[in-house]
């Protein structure tokens, strides 16, 4: 028996990342022209020490269980990095309480993206950040050994190329990607408007014609006959909060929680505005909960409305969740 909602997470090896740089004798960050698997001696084993070329698998068909793209904005709390705000293009998230341009934000709340409101040399600035889980396989047989993921972190034009790819070979291939054999490959490429300036930039490419493709994927999903490129893999959960989500509503809020987790659709004008006035409604009533047992009927009323809300809300709500969670943890604040 599994705890309902219990989300899987891709198993990953703990060595390090695999990137297209390294940093040099001076400690600077430095450009190359291949992968760095300088950590991963059964990689160089199968590709040499410095490979332009990786063979990959995805281990499940959900983008978001393996792949992460999005601007965040790291600080520095004492010799520790902390994670100030991240945003999507579209909203940001402010994980601690900041000043940007002369407004204040509050930690958990979500805004408007402000990176477009900023000059592109302002150290407020968020920077791309992406990086994606894989099995990498044996060039010769296309299996891979190593039980745990890769994971591969680069740039922003990598990301597009990538990304762009796996929609496509998900939108032709049925939605399914993990039986699928992948080429990755770098080269540097020089910058539009600077000569002076080039950089690393990543392909992905399906191995195999689509109805080669297209006939491996069917007998992946009959169950019959499966070649060496199907990876068998678990059935992943949807990306939801883990700590929020229940299967069961929790006990009876009190009267004054009650009231501040309900909205009123007569306060909202539009949809959009709803969700809005909803997250933080919510968020509140997370921040300023008076003990675990309403915190738990909370996290089961969120759970239930869940789909009206965006990803990043649900990010935010999980880690107010988590830090009342925490807090109650070290002293039961009484319900009033």
């Known amino acids: 028996m599994i705890l309902k909602g219990f989300r899987y997470r891709v198993p990953t090896d703990p060595r390090g990342d695999i990137s297209s740089g390294r940093k040099n004798e001076k400690g600077l960050p430095e450009k190359l022209p291949y992968f760095n698997v300088e950590d991963f001696p059964e990689v160089k084993e199968m590709y040499g020490d410095k490979p332009t070329e990786i063979v990959l698998f995805f281990p499940t068909d959900n983008l978001n269980d393996f792949l992460s793209y999005r601007h965040e904005k790291w600080g520095a709390k004492g010799d520790k990095a902390v994670l100030i705000r991240y945003c999507d293009n579209e909203e940001c998230i402010h994980r601690i309480a900041e000043e940007v341009g002369g407004i204040k934000y509050e930690a958990g709340e979500i805004s408007e993206c402000i990176c477009d409101a900023l000059p592109e040399n302002d150290p ?47 939108d ?16 540097i490429v020089q910058d539009q408007f600077e000569a002076k300036k080039n950089f690393p930039v990543w392909d992905l490419i399906p191995i195999g014609m689509l109805d080669e493709i ?15 490129k199907a990876l068998p893999s678990p059935k992943v959960e949807d990306s939801s909060p883990r700590e929020v989500q229940e299967t069961k509503p929790g006990p009876k809020l009190p009267t004054p929680v009650l009231n501040q987790v309900q909205h009123s659709q007569a306060e909202v004008d ?27 009927a909370i996290g089961a009323i969120i759970n239930q409305i869940k789909d009206q809300f965006t990803p990043m809300d649900l990010e935010g709500l999980r880690e107010a969740y988590n830090l009342r969670r925490q807090e109650l943890n070290v002293k039961e604040i009484p319900a009033k």
């Open 270 to 296: 539009d949809k959009e505005n709803q969700r809005r006035h909803d997250y933080k409604k919510y968020l509140t009533a997370l921040q300023e909960c008076p003990s675990t047992k309403y915190l738990t």
């Open 214 to 228: 297209r006939e491996s994927t069917e007998r992946f999903i009959e169950g019959k006959g499966l070649s060496a």
């Open 172 to 187: 032709l291939n049925m939605g399914v990607l993990r039986n699928i054999p992948f080429r990755l490959t770098v080269k």
């Open 124 to 170: 407020k600035l968020c920077q791309a950040r992406f990086w994606f889980k894989a099995y990498i396989a044996n060039p010769k047989t296309l299996r891979p050994n190593n039980p745990l993921t890769y994971r591969f972190h680069s740039s922003r034009n990598s990301a597009e190329h990538v990304i762009s790819m796996l929609r496509s070979m998900k």
